[in-house]
């Protein structure tokens, strides 16, 4: 069978197709509905079990998209970021020779504090229920704010 159609020169176009026009994807992302906004808050609670680093993950690149989400995270780094930074001096410290082994059990015992509560967390704001820790010394608050004074 010969194709009729014309061979297309070098150079030119395509004949434009009758089909549906490309649709691309939108430069901002889309909100969060709001079973994704509980998802996420709670993802950001029960990421305290490894440390703060999942929570500021979470609130940087979803925060944005979800009040809750924005909130839970928001509330989960600043417990979660002091506990962190003492567990990982208190690994470092535990190379010390004779008294390495009271850093390691500190650094065990803050763990185990900080996953416990990072579960409960995590299972409150899954029912819905914003959560606030005991004890929460709003460090990254903190933080933000010295920088933002400083710019």
């Not at 998802?39 to 940087?60: D, E, M």
């Not at 470092?92 to 082994?101: H, M, S, T």
């Amino acid at each position: 069978m010969v194709d009729q159609a014309a061979p297309a020169r070098s150079g030119s176009r395509p004949a434009p197709s009758n089909g549906p026009a490309f649709e691309s994807i939108p430069a901002q992302a889309e909100p969060l509905d709001i079973s994704q906004d509980k998802q996420w808050a709670t993802l950001a609670h029960l990421g305290g079990v490894a440390g703060a680093l999942p929570s500021y993950l979470i609130l940087r690149s979803v925060g944005d998209r979800g009040p809750f989400t924005r909130q839970e995270s928001r509330e989960a780094l600043n417990f979660s970021l002091l506990p962190t930074v003492v567990i990982l001096a208190c690994i470092a410290l535990a190379l010390i020779p004779a008294v390495g082994w009271i850093f390691a059990l500190l650094a065990a015992l803050t763990w185990v504090l900080l996953a416990v509560q990072s579960v409960i967390a995590g299972i409150k704001v899954n029912q819905g229920e914003p959560y606030q820790y005991r004890g929460n010394t709003n460090l990254y608050d903190k933080l933000q704010t010295k920088r933002s004074a400083q710019a």
